[in-house]
């Protein structure tokens, strides 16, 4: 019976090849898992690059996983960044996997890339491990044990063979296609098209292709463009762009109650009624125990207890944790900081609350939840809610002890991982800390607890997520999950994990974690270090993790330095929130908006923040990337007409490119300005004056190739770089980020071509746009469609100059006038092509891959 994905196996391998090795290290050695042996390993004897081991399946297979075994101790050698690339052949192989390995004696597995990129299972025999940095810089690179999982039942493999085989097949025959309608082979496109029945790109490509490239008809493009938008085609492009963040303080009313200054507070938000709800906290000098709500839609807070205490609700605290269970508008209280002075038998008990938002009235569900099964007077834990199934999960923090058991023992303990069923008013020890006294038993599950952790509950995937925080002076960053279905405790490594701090929140500072569970994406606020050895890095940092990718992104950092003394001054004058620790952030999911309340800067024992900013996270949206598309048609539309046409261009640039620039903004109004100015520019060349194009963002790379021949070459190259520049500005400007992908192969395939293509290629596109369309037909036939992205996509563009020679009268031998008149003229009409094929290229790349023509040329495989 054929195997399936599930079936999952220890594959067997040979060394095949390595760089090198030192000593007794042979590559043989990572076969044997021997943790206990120093001399079991592999070690380069150098650590210059390449560095690398080669393996050999016995047999093709489907390699989903790779486990890396260690020595029994932390070793300077260990991996701490390392690729692993795999392939049928030794030299075609492909990336399957970048990240590194932990520096400790727990053995990682990782998940290697086993598909191809339309989603077909991917064979491979061979697999290179090429270590990139250890862990002690300056040291060789070592390898313990290696371990592939996957699967080699042999019918299922040839079958997947098969499949693999039959896509390459398709992928050369589009590649044969793409060449053929580059270099304007007509008949052979459409004999090779019939023949294998396999197509270039989806139908509504072709035409946008046929209308903007060989038609120029910039109006039906447009059209097409906007329907496009509208069905959804950018939705993917769209979504892959990278938040923008935008601080703004949020400034109430004057003389309505708000709020004061304080850390360790707890803010809470209802989704519901959009309305936010604070509780406590240390202003400096005491413990508080005000209720406040604040509403979101008409921005008014409102002091619903000044006192809770005499309203039969909880004392003074800070440091505690709150829930909101929308099914029954309630709020659920546990936890809180004493001092060490404060703390005796009576009055270290773990009191849990509830408070009915309805009826505002506090209730005491517990006086002591280490009495009932629960946890210990706890603080800096982290607690969630699960709604639906009315249990609250409550996660690490630090027991609180009397004074003389703590200074006796010199040691802090943690709390493990409870649940509290809110139906049954019963609590359960799900997972206990690793130093428990039960954790060494084989039938009891344990977790290393810790404090100023991030922990969230995602009610689609039935999941915990937690993420690092600090154990005494142990700083961590590790992804743990736990599913509260199965039970099951799993640590999840990020696909874009090397273990270098640049590419994860950074530990030791405080993290704030909120989540998005329709976008599968969870957001980190890390600011201020409580640590004082650490307060010199003054950095707020804003981080994204999608579920969907398992990669971490930093959406924004800033070293805002506290020496603006903000918290003593209004902060209307700052763009953003100062360093901090103790404050508070809720997310909004309706208005998808974050709130951040106050905090401790760390500058003054005493001084606390009573700052409140609303932080939005923006995309471009459709609007955006319709006005850029329109952008990039009407600037090429006007730049032909400049050529012929000036008077037509002037009325073009005052109404059509008029429309579409915001003439408030100083970027758009620089860019217009110097549209403008091709109405004035001239460069000459062999004693002829032409009109020099303004050539920016996605057509900026075509400028160095029809740039003049002699001393004006490096005049022109620069002031194409500023237009590159310029124009990347004005689609940031626009809210869109601009496709580097295309852009900079684009540049590469211009500016190949030879001197002797390019001597005479300066821009007359309108000449060509005011032929008769049959005229205009006759030359797109055999012309150019898109150029390609690779160094070699001039001599494709080189068959389409060939077909506009071929379509052109014949000139005199002489070195008349109107000879060079004709020559001109196919230069133009040669140019305009390349700059439409940028243009259209540079629309398609915001499209879905799988409705285009292939990224590569057929031209990138031959080598001579």
């Not at 969230?456 to 599913?483: S, W």
Request: contains cysteine; aromatic residues 10%.
């Amino acid at each position: 019976m054929a195997g399936t994905i599930s079936d999952i196996k220890k594959l067997d391998y040979d060394i095949y090849k390595y760089s090198s090795y030192s000593s007794s290290y042979l590559p043989e050695n990572i076969r044997e898992d021997n943790p206990s042996n120093q001399t079991s390993r592999w070690s380069s004897n150098t650590n210059t690059p390449p560095q690398y081991l080669v393996l050999k399946l016995e047999r093709p297979a489907i390699v989903t996983k790779i486990k890396f075994g260690k020595y029994e101790k932390t070793h300077v050698c260990n991996l701490r960044k390392f690729k692993i690339l795999g392939g049928l052949e030794e030299e075609r192989m492909v990336l399957l996997f970048e990240g590194g390995l932990r520096n400790d004696s727990v053995p990682e597995t990782f998940n290697l890339k086993h598909r191809t990129n339309s989603g077909e299972l991917l064979p491979i025999k061979f697999i290179q491990i090429v270590p990139l940095l250890s862990w002690g810089p300056s040291f060789n690179f070592c390898i313990w044990y290696v371990e592939l999982l996957g699967i080699e039942d042999s019918m299922f493999i040839l079958s997947n063979l098969r499949k693999y085989n039959m896509l390459r097949e398709v992928e050369i025959v589009r590649l044969f296609l793409k060449h053929c309608r580059q270099q304007g082979y007509v008949n052979s496109f459409s004999a090779l098209q019939e023949e294998t029945g396999v197509k270039l790109e989806d139908e509504k490509m072709t035409e946008l292709h046929e209308t903007l490239v060989n038609r120029g008809d910039f109006k039906k493009t447009e059209e097409m463009l906007v329907g496009f938008i509208e069905n959804g085609l950018m939705d993917n492009y769209l979504e892959r762009q990278e938040y923008k963040p935008q601080w703004s303080l949020q400034l109430t009313p004057e003389n309505e109650p708000r709020p004061g200054r304080r850390g360790g507070h707890q803010l809470i938000i209802d989704p519901m009624t959009s309305t936010i709800y604070l509780y406590g906290g240390w202003d400096g000098n005491e413990d508080l125990s005000d209720l406040w709500s604040y509403d979101v839609r008409t921005n008014r807070w409102t002091l619903i207890h000044e006192r809770s205490e005499l309203l039969d609700g909880p004392t003074p605290r800070a440091c505690h944790k709150m829930v909101y269970d929308t099914q029954n508008s309630q709020i659920f209280m546990l936890g809180r900081y004493l001092d060490s002075a404060s703390r005796t038998e009576e009055n270290i008990n773990s009191d849990f609350y509830l408070y009915n938002t309805i009826t505002k009235t506090w209730f005491l569900i517990c006086n002591d939840t280490s009495q009932v099964g629960g946890p210990q007077l706890v603080f800096d834990h982290q607690m969630c809610i699960d709604v639906d199934k009315q249990t609250i999960y409550v996660f690490g923090g630090r027991i609180l002890e009397p004074k003389n058991e703590e200074e006796t023992t010199g040691q802090y303990r943690y709390s493990g991982l409870f649940s509290y069923h809110i139906s049954t008013n019963t609590w359960a020890h799900i997972l206990v800390d690793c130093e428990h006294p039960t954790a060494s038993s084989p039938y009891v599950q344990s977790i290393r607890s810790r404090v100023t952790h991030s922990m969230l509950f995602h009610h689609k995937h039935r999941k915990l997520y937690i993420f690092g925080g600090q154990r005494g002076k142990d700083y961590m960053t590790d992804f743990l999950i736990y599913d509260v279905n199965t039970n099951e405790l799993s640590n999840m490594t990020p696909e874009n994990n090397n273990t270098d701090t640049k590419n994860v929140p950074q530990s030791g500072f405080t993290q704030r974690a909120t989540i998005d569970c329709e976008k599968d994406e969870i957001y980190v606020l890390t600011s201020l270090s409580k640590e004082k050895e650490r307060r010199d890095l003054n950095i707020n940092s804003f981080w994204l993790f999608s579920l969907s990718k398992k990669e971490w992104c930093c959406v924004y950092k800033s070293e805002h330095s506290n020496g603006e003394n903000c918290y003593q001054k209004s902060q209307n004058t700052c763009h953003e929130p100062c360093p901090r620790y103790a404050h508070q952030i809720v997310y909004d999911t309706t208005n998808q908006v974050h709130f951040l309340f106050g905090g401790n800067p760390g500058t003054n024992s005493n001084v606390r923040l009573d700052d409140f900013w609303v932080l939005r996270l923006e995309k471009p949206n459709r609007g955006n990337i319709l006005r850029y598309c329109k952008y990039l048609l009407r600037k090429q539309e006007y730049e032909e007409i400049t050529k012929n046409d000036p008077l037509s261009a002037i009325l073009y640039l005052q109404t059509k490119l008029y429309d579409i620039i915001d003439h408030s903004d100083p970027v758009q109004l620089k860019e217009f300005h110097k549209l403008a100015s091709l109405l004035f520019k001239s460069d000459t060349v062999d004693g002829e004056t032409e009109p020099t194009s303004l050539l920016t963002c996605p057509l900026a790379s075509t400028a160095s190739a029809s740039a003049p021949v002699g001393g004006n070459k490096h005049k022109q190259q620069r002031a194409d770089d500023d237009g590159h520049k310029e124009e990347e500005n004005l689609a940031k400007v626009m809210r869109v980020e601009s496709p580097k992908s295309v852009e900079e192969a684009d540049t590469s395939s211009i500016s190949s071509m030879s001197s002797s293509d390019c001597s005479q290629n300066q821009p007359q596109q309108g000449a060509a746009a005011q032929q008769p369309p049959e005229k205009q037909e006759g030359n797109s036939s055999a012309a150019i469609s898109t150029v390609p992205q690779k160094p070699n996509a001039a001599k494709d563009c080189d068959g389409g100059r060939a077909a506009i020679e071929a379509n052109a009268p014949t000139p005199s031998t002489s070195r008349t006038s109107g000879g060079m008149a004709r020559n001109r003229t196919i230069d133009q009409q040669f140019e305009m092509k390349i700059r439409r094929c940028l243009l259209f290229n540079k629309l398609v790349d915001l499209m879905p891959e799988a409705l285009c023509q292939p990224k590569k040329n057929i031209s990138d495989f031959v080598l001579l």
